[in-house]
């Protein structure tokens, strides 16, 4: 199978690299590590300590050729820039496989709700991504690893194999079966749902308030998880979120205790965001934290913690734009 990995940062390298070492033909769409990767390969530490490396192609998309999976990794931000080069990628049935944290552009695409076809404006604000990536050809994904680039080209694993899956329409096809054998074959946990979206609400109820708070606060996830106040926050944001997802025909699986539970558990791990703040890169704001506001408009529900902390984050991420990517680590 021909993948190509759109974005070998630390979740994009921890895919790649392992898919490369079992056997999988792999291709890094990468730039600032390209020549890291054609020099050593992909290196991998995993939790255990163990060093695995794949070997791949390291290239830009216009160089890459046709592909039979696109793993899109990069951040959801990010994938507005890069969507009108993805054709290079393109064949008949190549599957795009979307990794980004929050809400994604397409979640109303094969909804066969009322809102079916309703643009996500906050996850795709001028519909540049709606028109380069048709969602026929979109597998969805819920990223739940955690892991670092430590260096160009070694990604260093904190916690977590697993990749769930799944087809917007909730079918299961054999496109998305391959899909999850080859994943499987690599080392990763890849399990198929039928319900993707609850997949994607489950973990953007976390994400919506740890990821910002840790990034307003620099606490790492145990620490704003214990300490009362933020944890409180948590709890509130998470309770505004679950109603708008009710509203949308969505039920957790798990409570608001256990799933902050399972972000203590984590430990001393700062969250993606706060990372980006610490490296004066750009925010996952409105995927994260935006479009669930937006949605929240959609469908008439009050989100007083929620807006405040995005009010809150959105001047975080303008004073970081405004210093030209200056770190903020104090």
């Known amino acids: 199978m021909r993948i190509a990995v759109v974005g070998a940062g630390a979740i994009g390298g921890y895919l790649g690299g392992l898919l490369a070492a079992a056997g999988e033909e792999v291709t890094f769409i990468a730039r600032s590590n390209r020549d890291a990767i054609r020099r050593a390969g992909m290196k991998v530490i995993l939790e255990d300590g163990r060093e695995i490396t794949g070997k791949g192609n390291a290239c830009s998309v216009a160089e890459a050729g046709p592909q039979d999976v696109m793993l899109l990794t990069v951040k959801a931000h990010q994938v507005t820039p890069i969507a009108p080069e993805l054709h290079h990628l393109y064949r008949d049935g190549t599957t795009v496989v979307t990794m980004q944290n929050g809400i994604p552009w397409w979640y109303f695409q094969k909804h066969g709700g009322p809102y079916d076809g309703t643009p996500v404006r906050a996850a795709d604000p001028d519909g540049t991504i709606g028109r380069h990536i048709d969602p026929e050809r979109i597998v969805g994904s819920v990223v739940y690893p955690a892991a670092n680039l430590i260096e160009p080209a070694v990604v260093q694993v904190v916690e977590g194999k697993r990749f769930t899956l799944g087809e917007l329409d909730g079918k299961t096809t054999p496109r998305i079966e391959a899909i999850s054998a080859a994943l499987t074959n690599a080392g990763f946990k890849a399990p198929i749902t039928s319900d993707i979206r609850g997949e994607i609400w489950l973990k953007v109820w976390g ?81 994260l934290v935006g479009a669930v506001v937006e949605l929240g408009r959609l469908t008439g529900t009050p989100t007083p913690h929620i807006d405040s902390v995005y009010a809150l984050v959105s001047l975080l991420g303008k004073t970081l734009a405004a210093g030209g990517g200056r770190r903020l680590t104090g």
């Open 207 to 287: 994400n919506l308030s740890f990821n910002p708070i840790s990034a307003l606060t620099h606490a790492t996830l145990v620490d704003l998880c214990q300490f009362p106040l933020t944890r409180q926050l948590c709890v509130d944001m998470m309770r505004e979120a679950e109603t708008i997802a009710n509203k949308l025909g969505i039920t957790f699986r798990v409570g608001i205790e256990r799933r902050i539970a399972g972000a203590e558990k984590v430990g001393a791990h700062k969250t993606s965001m706060l990372q980006d703040v610490e490296q004066g890169k750009p925010l996952e704001i409105d995927a």
